[in-house]
Structures are given as C-alpha cells and as structure tokens.
C-alpha cells in the first residue's frame, strides 16, 4: 500500500482525518509536537502486526491488522475474504488477503479507514491493562510510524534517517501514529 507522498496536501486527507491531526496537535504545546515516539518493528506494541487478543461482538482478533482487513473486507460486502481473514494465522496472511478485498473502492475506503483503525487500537488497548500501560507512557509525544515503505500509515523514513526528526519532512501521512496518540489522549480522560 505504499505511496509516492513527496507532494503531500491536505486534499490526500479526508474530513475526519484533517480533524483527528487538529485534535491530536490541540493536546501539544502551541499545537506542534515537539516530542516523538518512533516505532515500526512488530515487536513494537504500536505495530498493526504485534501479537495480542481482543474482541468485539465476541470475534476475536489476534493483532489489530486483522481487524483492520477484516471490516475492510466486511465494508465492501466481501463476506468470503472475511471469513479468509478471520481464519488467517499471520499479520502478513490479513495484510495480503485485504489486498484483493472484492469490490473495493478507494474513496469508500479512505472515507473509512481511520474510524476502522482508530476502533481496533481503542479495542487493542483498553481491553489489556499492560498494553494500555505501554501506550500511556508515551502521554506528551506524538507516535510515529518509521515505515520507509509507506506514505499513509507511516512517515515514508526509516528510524534512523536524519530527516524523520522534523516533521517539515515527513513523505507519510503517519494516520497509524496519529491514531494511536488520539487514542492514547482519549484513554487519559
């Protein structure tokens, strides 16, 4: 799902999402953050990828990547892949299988996107008090996924790039760090 996103503007965001980065910027000294958590490795609880168990209306989900392809595939009325996903074993099994979601349609899905994942990561981590812990701690930075590869989810650098330290030069959207900071300011209330 990787994008060129050198040329970001705020017409590659939907309504919500704008909304959601207003939010989350509202929480920060002059609305800028200026402390950052970076993270991409699935060992990294703030990973789509990292192991762990939830539910919602008693389906159980074991990384919150599953839930993500899982309401993808039910959003576009993919009932079979669903069912695929459900069953996976893997992140990367859920990952490839939302991948060839029938019927899909790209302005549905980014209209959907950010609830689908912000309702996983509030599941993910208020129903285990150690992961809820991990994300609290992180209170006063801005998470950022250090994907290189992906310009929606992530910043489109690695950790380790120089540039990554100023958000001027950010080729991502970072919507799974934004995310994960929203949810971090909503369990704090």
Same mark, same amino acid.
């Given at each position: 799902?990787?994008?060129?996103?050198?040329?970001i503007?705020s017409?590659?965001?939907?309504?919500?999402?704008?909304?959601?980065?207003?939010?989350?910027?509202?929480?920060?000294?002059?609305?800028?953050?200026?402390?950052?958590?970076?993270?991409?490795?699935?060992?990294?609880?703030?990973?789509?990828?990292?192991?762990?168990?939830?539910?919602?209306?008693?389906?159980?989900?074991?990384?919150?990547?599953?839930?993500m392809?899982?309401?993808?595939? &039910? !959003?576009f009325? +993919? @009932?079979? $892949?669903?069912e695929?996903?459900?069953?996976?074993?893997?992140?990367a099994?859920?990952?490839?299988?939302?991948?060839?979601?029938?019927?899909?349609?790209? &302005? !549905?899905?980014? +209209? @959907?996107? $950010?609830?689908?994942?912000?309702?996983?990561?509030?599941?993910?981590?208020?129903?285990?008090t150690?992961?809820k812990?991990?994300?609290?701690?992180?209170?006063?930075?801005?998470?950022?996924?250090?994907s290189p590869?992906?310009?929606?989810?992530?910043?489109g650098?690695?950790?380790?790039?120089?540039?990554?330290?100023?958000?001027?030069?950010w080729?991502?959207?970072?919507?799974?760090?934004?995310?994960?900071?929203?949810?971090?300011?909503?369990?704090?209330?």
């Open positions: 799902m990787a994008a060129n996103t050198r040329h503007t017409s590659t965001l939907t309504a919500v999402e704008t909304e959601l980065i207003n939010r989350v910027h509202s929480h920060f000294p002059n609305n800028e953050p200026n402390r950052f958590h970076y993270f991409y490795q699935t060992a990294s609880p703030f990973s789509n990828f990292h192991p762990c168990t939830f539910s919602e209306n008693e389906v159980q989900f074991h990384c919150s990547e599953q839930y392809m899982y309401h993808k595939a &039910k !959003l009325g +993919d @009932n079979e $892949t669903a695929a996903i459900l069953e996976a074993k893997s992140p099994d859920c990952k490839a299988l939302g991948r060839i979601v029938r019927n899909f349609d790209e &302005k !549905l899905w980014m +209209d @959907n996107r $950010t609830p689908i994942v912000s309702n996983a990561l509030q599941l993910k981590f208020n129903q285990d150690k992961m812990q991990v994300l609290l701690e992180q209170d006063g930075n801005l998470l950022v996924e250090a590869n992906d310009g929606i989810w992530g910043v650098l690695k950790k380790k790039d120089p540039l990554i330290k100023k958000r001027s030069n080729q991502g959207l970072n919507l799974l760090g934004y995310i994960l900071t929203d949810v971090l300011q909503t369990m704090k209330k």
